[in-house]
């Protein structure tokens, strides 16, 4: 069975910075396009960034983009986003989620890690 | 404002049929770029519910179903349950922004 479980979230300063994590299991990760998708509270779905499987190609949304840093270990089977100059508009549940190869849907969901930020 | 339109809330009753739409442009759906459906129940993840137009994962009741023409798309459920109440989000990708993109969401009431 997939299992993606995120972790690492919490409340940061407007500036501040926050490295979330994502652990894998039931699958071959590797094999694996993985992404971050945010929802900010109330609010609905937005993508955040893209890492091919073996983490060579990677994309961001423009609202992220010089900010934050998608990477991943397949040794390890996890994800991470590193989050800095966080701003209040970035607050929102973050989600990782799979996508295969050659599709273009966010097939497996985590259960989501809720970033706040706020002073 | 979201690159993909949909109806901000869709009701019926138990039994009926609903339908839910996504309209797009030419960068995305009008651009051939395939239409996907979230369910997300209140207080959890989105779930795949349809991929690739209208293609449903394993364990998705043939109560939901998916079309795409043109620029838009539509979600359909037929049988109304109480346990469909939740948001609907469809999702494309857009070539103009290079980027992944979803619908508003819908919230579906079941009266």
């Known amino acids: 069975e997939v299992q993606l479980v995120e972790s690492g979230g919490g409340l940061v300063q407007p500036g501040g910075s926050l490295r979330l994590s994502c652990a894998a299991s039931?699958?071959?990760?590797?094999?694996?396009?993985m992404n971050w998708v945010r929802q900010a509270p109330g609010k609905g779905l937005e993508w955040v960034s893209y890492?091919?499987?073996?983490?060579?190609?990677?994309y961001y949304a423009d609202s992220v983009k010089g900010r934050f840093t998608i990477s991943r270990d397949n040794a390890k089977n996890s994800l991470n986003l590193q989050m800095n100059s966080l701003r209040a508009e970035d607050t929102a549940v973050y989600y990782c989620?799979?996508?295969?190869?050659?599709?273009?849907?966010?097939?497996?969901w985590g259960q989501g890690t809720l970033v706040t930020v706020s002073s | 404002q979201s690159v993909l339109t949909q109806p901000p809330s869709v009701s019926g009753a138990p039994g009926q049929r609903v339908t839910i739409s996504c309209t797009g442009s030419s960068s995305n759906i009008g651009a051939g770029y395939d239409v996907h459906w979230f369910q997300q129940l209140p207080g959890t993840a989105p779930k795949l519910l349809i991929y690739?137009?209208?293609n449903r994962p394993s364990g998705v009741p043939d109560r939901f179903s998916g079309s795409k023409s043109g620029t838009s798309a539509s979600l359909a459920i037929t049988g109304l349950q109480a346990e469909d109440e939740a948001d609907y989000y469809c999702?494309?990708?857009?070539?103009?922004?290079?980027?992944?993109?979803f619908g508003g969401g819908t919230k579906l009431t079941v009266l």
């Open positions: 999702q494309s990708y857009d070539s103009r922004l290079s980027a992944w993109v």
């Open positions: 890492i091919s499987g073996s983490g060579t190609t990677i």
């Open positions: 039931g699958f071959t990760f590797s094999s694996y396009e």
């Open positions: 989620a799979t996508k295969v190869a050659g599709t273009s849907h966010f097939h497996h």
């Open positions: 690739g137009n209208s």
